[in-house]
């Protein structure tokens, strides 16, 4: 998968207060299309709201972070800065095909259950990791893209630990077993409308992900 970057003067901790995307990566999916991967910007909303309203029952099932209207999006991102959304799009179309989201910090809910598996939550270097790609879109290497593209805005942040947000359904083996492949590990099962693992990914600042990292040129 070729990958190559844009920036404008991008500093990686940097963050706009509106949300202005800083830094573009361009990827070839597996379908050979071209699919930009950057931050969530504040002009994504609408288009953010027709990307939640095709997912389909089986992947909104697994993907809950907030209600798919525009208002709860609003809401999510205008009243809370450590909200941050990354989405990837068809370079063709502009359409977002995936879209994930970090909390910085955790759930305030998941506290005790991640302190039973002797984790103590910190919300100054811990986040929490909601994915979702489009369903035509899965397996054609966009969130692993938009996963490590992330990364290295997290990194940048000095986060070292991240959660998964709600867990994973164990059932959803292939999602158990990317997560894995991407150094997850589990850290024990709940119920929650059926058996969910909790997942953590230690990061070790030394290692970058697994990118191969182009001449950045200016972006207009």
Request: a positive charge; aromatic letters at 10%; hydrophobic letters at 35%.
């Amino acid at each position: 998968m070729s990958v190559s970057y844009v920036s404008n003067n991008y500093q990686p901790d940097d963050i706009d207060s509106k949300y202005k995307t800083a830094i573009v990566m361009i990827i070839q999916a597996k379908n050979n299309k071209q699919v930009l991967v950057r931050r969530l910007n504040y002009d994504d909303f609408d288009k953010l709201v027709i990307y939640l309203s095709k997912l389909s029952p089986e992947t909104v099932s697994r993907f809950g972070p907030h209600d798919f209207d525009k208002k709860a999006i609003l809401t999510m991102y205008e009243n809370c800065s450590n909200h941050k959304g990354y989405i990837a799009q068809d370079a063709e179309t502009s359409e977002i095909i995936a879209y994930s989201i970090i909390k910085l910090g955790y759930l305030e809910h998941d506290s005790s259950r991640l302190q039973s598996y002797g984790i103590n939550p910190d919300d100054t270097t811990d986040c929490t990791f909601a994915p979702s790609v489009a369903d035509k879109w899965q397996s054609q290497g966009v969130g692993n893209s938009l996963f490590n593209f992330m990364l290295l805005d997290l990194k940048a942040k000095r986060i070292k630990r991240i959660v998964l947000w709600g867990g994973v359904q164990s059932n959803n083996t292939r999602a158990v077993n990317y997560y894995i492949k991407n150094g997850f590990r589990k850290l024990g099962e709940f119920q929650h409308n059926g058996p969910n693992y909790d997942m953590v990914l230690e990061l070790n600042p030394s290692l970058k992900p697994a990118l191969k990292m182009q001449t950045a040129r200016s972006f207009i």
